[in-house]
């Protein structure tokens, strides 16, 4: 990793990739996302959540307002904007570490930074809004470009690939190019390579075996593998609660395969196998 440009500053938090793991805690202010939908729609609950995953060790916030679990339907813009902005409002002035807004949309991303979210997470890589790539760089805030095909209402019908991670690859290669040219700082791109997203299970595993892969595009690297049906599957674990030992298994390999920022539910058991990871791999 000595090739990308080792550290970035967002609000006062200062990341220097490659040096240790970062944690990002999952906010889902949805009545329907797959693992926690439902338990965090109420403001209150909300900034409970948000307290409790920094006092646990997230190193950045992400919240979202609309499921992307497979099969999940498209909210309109009015209710996004319903449910996110108003737990950003109450909760920015409560945290100094870095808040993302997780989105596909332009206005919503613009709205957020607005009320002081620091970063846009994109599952789509900035392909689902035309307006998206631009919006951010106008903005000048960090992104988060995910790999991804059809919606989350088709994405399982797409997961057909001669070679999972190179199409990943070049996916993430001409959506960063996509965005530089439309003016974000290339230091301000972070790629995902979207398991559980048009990926079966055998493919969500080769993701992670072969994540070092996506190291040439020099960008720090994020992996979201929290709680996913692929770690039910291994276990035969059909609630998602009881998945955190699998998470932390899939978490340490990809920390081990070139992770810099792995997205979870449980910020209090992968700070700690982050923390040993890193002590042997970094």
Same mark, same amino acid.
């Given at each position: 990793?000595?090739?990308?440009?080792?550290?970035?500053?967002?609000?006062?938090?200062?990341?220097?990739?490659?040096?240790?793991?970062?944690?990002?805690?999952?906010?889902?202010?949805?009545?329907?996302?797959?693992?926690?939908?439902?338990?965090?729609?109420?403001?209150?609950?909300?900034?409970?959540?948000?307290?409790?995953?920094?006092?646990?060790?997230?190193?950045?916030?992400?919240?979202?307002?609309?499921?992307?679990?497979?099969?999940?339907?498209?909210?309109?813009?009015?209710?996004?904007?319903?449910?996110?902005?108003?737990?950003?409002?109450?909760?920015?002035?409560?945290?100094?570490?870095?808040?993302?807004?997780?989105?596909?949309?332009?206005?919503?991303?613009?709205?957020?930074?607005?009320?002081?979210?620091?970063?846009?997470?994109?599952?789509?890589?900035?392909?689902?809004?035309?307006?998206?790539?631009?919006?951010?760089?106008?903005?000048?805030?960090?992104?988060?470009?995910?790999?991804?095909?059809?919606?989350?209402?088709?994405?399982?019908?797409?997961?057909?690939?001669?070679?999972?991670?190179?199409?990943?690859?070049?996916?993430?290669?001409?959506?960063?190019?996509?965005?530089?040219?439309?003016?974000?700082?290339?230091?301000?791109?972070?790629?995902?390579?979207?398991?559980?997203?048009?990926?079966?299970?055998?493919?969500?595993?080769?993701?992670?075996?072969?994540?070092?892969?996506?190291? *040439?595009?020099?960008?720090?690297?994020?992996?979201?593998? *929290?709680?996913?049906?692929?770690?039910?599957?291994?276990?035969?674990?059909?609630?998602?609660?009881?998945?955190?030992?699998?998470?932390?298994?899939?978490?340490?390999?990809?920390?081990?395969?070139?992770?810099?920022?792995?997205?979870?539910?449980?910020?209090?058991?992968?700070?700690?196998?982050?923390?040993?990871?890193?002590?042997?791999?970094?």
């Amino acid at each position: 990793m000595a090739n990308l440009a080792n550290k970035l500053v967002i609000r006062q938090s200062c990341f220097n990739w490659g040096t240790k793991t970062y944690i990002m805690g999952i906010l889902n202010v949805t009545p329907d996302s797959f693992s926690d939908g439902g338990e965090f729609n109420t403001i209150a609950s909300a900034v409970a959540q948000a307290r409790a995953m920094i006092a646990a060790g997230a190193d950045i916030i992400d919240i979202g307002g609309q499921s992307t679990r497979p099969g999940s339907q498209q909210i309109t813009l009015a209710e996004e904007m319903e449910r996110v902005l108003p737990v950003i409002k109450v909760i920015r002035p409560e945290v100094t570490i870095p808040i993302s807004i997780d989105t596909t949309r332009a206005a919503v991303a613009q709205a957020a930074v607005q009320l002081g979210a620091d970063m846009v997470n994109d599952i789509s890589g900035g392909t689902y809004d035309p307006e998206m790539l631009s919006t951010v760089a106008n903005l000048d805030v960090p992104i988060v470009l995910m790999h991804i095909r059809g919606t989350p209402q088709t994405m399982q019908e797409y997961a057909q690939y001669q070679d999972v991670i190179g199409e990943i690859y070049d996916f993430l290669s001409q959506q960063v190019n996509s965005a530089i040219t439309l003016g974000i700082k290339r230091e301000k791109i972070i790629i995902d390579p979207g398991i559980g997203f048009a990926k079966n299970h055998q493919q969500n595993l080769q993701v992670i075996r072969e994540l070092s892969r996506l190291k *040439s595009l020099e960008l720090p690297i994020l992996v979201g593998p *929290s709680r996913k049906s692929f770690i039910g599957q291994i276990l035969n674990q059909p609630n998602a609660k009881d998945r955190v030992w699998g998470t932390a298994a899939a978490c340490c390999a990809a920390i081990f395969h070139g992770a810099d920022i792995l997205r979870v539910h449980d910020v209090s058991a992968i700070r700690d196998v982050s923390l040993v990871a890193d002590a042997i791999y970094k």
